[in-house]
């Protein structure tokens, strides 16, 4: 039997890239859809965000070195392309590394966490702008809605109480009576439901034929319906009005553009059916009368009667002001806003003392958060991308006018509305989980916005250099992001053990000392080191271990000023009577209240 030889490297290069493919879809698939649904528990000292940071960054990191050695070989003929939204990210990440050089950090274990979340986003619109199939996105939006499914179920458990591990596993947070599934935080889990509710609807309106030809697309279909339907009543019983309002733009998004391009009856028809599901499932859930119905009601009274209030956002915003106006410029840095939110709000305060005293980590705003973090070259450059991708998005959607829109561009577009919708009210961007799929439907919107009359995506001209430059960057943020979290990751462990001592003081002090070296958590080492001190003080009754452990929770409140800090150092000085630290405490505290009128005298 002969063999074509020439047959040979084409049947290799075949045999490569549908390996390549399996191997991509794997990685995207894990961090899209498994993050959202695991948590690290007890057997780490930060038992929410450490295992979901693994699941969403260790496949990225994984496409990082996949592409970024090829494209470090092969340059501009490499597989990795450019777009115009690309290359602003990459600047935008060489300006967020650069910043150090002008913006003191208060926190640097801050700043390297949130640099690495950052370049991960970059990264992944990268990959998925190059890499990403189309036909991968409806197995992978399936797989997110049986994930808030399953998390809308955890929640159901939750706020029963019903949290016992299973055989020993400890599948669900241990937080009863918090309905909040694994995601860690009510909004948190309101968006990741809302995300995942669109998408399904989504998959519903455009592949959803109630009259599928064969069993497998009917099996798919029926569990979708299913989900939805579950989805949607997890979504009212979160009771978050952010997350509602997101689905809703969304999907009002997602039907405005049918309707201005191809009007599809059938199409249409299925989203008015999808949308007629959810208001079903909301009066199921007021006639129930589960309680949190009744909740959901008072919260959305109060949202309209107190407008001005803006749903408990308007002192957040002041006080965002205020730490925007420390830096206006330069902005305080990436990941250095809640370290100055304490003095934000002292200022906003002295200007309106009918404020709240409160603590939060977020501005509640992406575009304040921006502003606060880059200053107003950072914001401005921010909604200049915004204009563009607008302006973009309204030739594109004017160019298929009688023509139904790629759907991966549909989903992708309404999907940005919902998350920036809810970006004005939460902080979707700083949960990797969350940001990785903002950063997907943005890489797919953009291989249809950004085309010139040949179809070509990228920038002309690119230099070969530059391609190998954004190779090797690929590779150094894969290797050094590995390095960073296997360090870190041990360290946490370190800590966790150091909890588990009880008695041994020096076992503890010990471990904590070693953790101290890892970038990751030096932080967290550090304040647990200072409370370790307190605690052995007030046990051996010693003023000079008391005041130790002082001075090493001031230097960690300097660096990280956080709301429980700030009350263990104020209950220790007023206990103590040490005029110096309560002098150094009231730049952080609220206003005095005026005295009352005839109290003088």
């Not at 986003?121 to 409806?138: D, G, I, Q, T």
Request: proline share 4%; net charge positive.
């Amino acid at each position: 039997m002969e063999c074509d030889d020439a047959s040979l490297p084409k049947a290799a290069s075949d045999e490569k890239g549908a390996f390549r493919n399996a191997l991509f879809f794997l990685l995207f698939a894990v961090s899209l859809t498994l993050p959202n649904l695991v948590y690290s528990g007890t057997s780490f000292f930060q038992t929410l965000h450490l295992m979901k940071w693994c699941f969403a960054l260790i496949p990225v990191g994984l496409l990082a070195l996949c592409a970024g050695g090829q494209t470090l070989l092969d340059g501009e003929r490499g597989p990795l392309r450019l777009d115009v939204m690309g290359l602003y990210w990459l600047f935008f990440l060489v300006f967020v590394t650069l910043q150090p050089l002008w913006v003191p950090l208060r926190s640097v274990p801050g700043w390297q966490r949130e640099w690495f979340f950052f370049a991960g986003c970059v990264v992944f619109y990268l990959a998925a702008f190059s890499f990403f199939k189309e036909n991968w996105l409806r197995p992978i939006l399936w797989m997110a809605a049986l994930n808030a499914t399953i998390n809308g179920i955890f929640a159901e458990l939750q706020v029963r109480g019903m949290v016992a591990p299973l055989r020993g596993l400890k599948l669900v947070m241990q937080t009863p009576g918090h309905y909040i599934g694994n995601t860690g935080q009510q909004n948190m889990f309101a968006l990741w439901l809302a995300m995942a509710l669109f998408s399904s609807l989504f998959l519903f309106v455009c592949y959803g034929g109630l009259f599928a030809k064969n069993f497998r697309n009917k099996l798919m279909i029926a569990g979708n319906l299913s989900f939805y339907m579950i989805m949607s009543w997890c979504l009212i019983r979160s009771t978050s009005r952010s997350g509602i309002l997101a689905f809703w733009v969304g999907t009002l998004a997602m039907a405005l553009m049918i309707f201005f391009t191809s009007r599809d009856r059938a199409q249409l028809k299925r989203a008015a059916l999808g949308i007629a599901l959810f208001f079903a499932v909301l009066a199921v859930f007021i006639l129930a009368d589960t309680g949190r119905g009744f909740d959901f009601l008072l919260k959305t009274r109060d949202m309209i009667k107190n407008i001005a209030d803006i749903a408990a956002r308007r002192e957040i915003w002041q006080t965002s002001q205020q730490v925007g106006a420390f830096r206006p410029l330069t902005g305080v840095g990436l990941g250095q806003f809640k370290w100055h939110y304490l003095q934000g709000q002292h200022v906003a305060m002295t200007l309106d003392p009918t404020m709240k005293w409160q603590f939060t980590y977020w501005a509640h705003n992406e575009i304040l958060q921006w502003f606060c973090e880059f200053g107003l070259g950072g914001v401005a450059s921010l909604l200049l991308a915004g204009l563009v991708w607008l302006a973009a998005l309204c030739r594109c959607v004017r160019r298929h006018r009688g023509r139904r829109l790629p759907m991966e561009f549909l989903w992708g577009s309404s999907f940005l509305f919902l998350v920036w919708f809810d970006a004005l009210w939460t902080r979707p961007f700083h949960r990797i989980e969350n940001s990785l799929w903002a950063a997907l439907a943005f890489a797919l919107c953009s291989r249809r916005l950004f085309r010139d009359e040949e179809g070509v995506s990228a920038p002309k001209k690119l230099p070969s250099l530059f391609y190998r430059l954004t190779g090797a960057f690929m590779l150094a943020a894969a290797v050094g992001g590995f390095w960073f979290g296997i360090d870190g990751i041990r360290a946490d462990l370190l800590l966790r053990r150091a909890e588990s001592f009880t008695d041994d003081v020096e076992e503890k002090a010990r471990l904590m000392n070693i953790a101290r070296h890892s970038p990751m958590v030096r932080d967290l080492a550090e304040h647990e080191l200072a409370m370790l001190r307190l605690r052995l003080g007030e046990k051996l009754g010693d003023r000079e271990i008391i005041a130790d452990g002082l001075n090493q929770l001031i230097a960690c409140f300097v660096q990280q000023p956080t709301a429980e800090d700030f009350a263990t150092l104020m209950d220790y000085a007023r206990r103590s009577n040490i005029a110096s630290l309560l002098e150094f405490l009231e730049p952080y505290a609220p206003p005095s209240p005026p005295p009352a009128a005839g109290a003088a005298g």
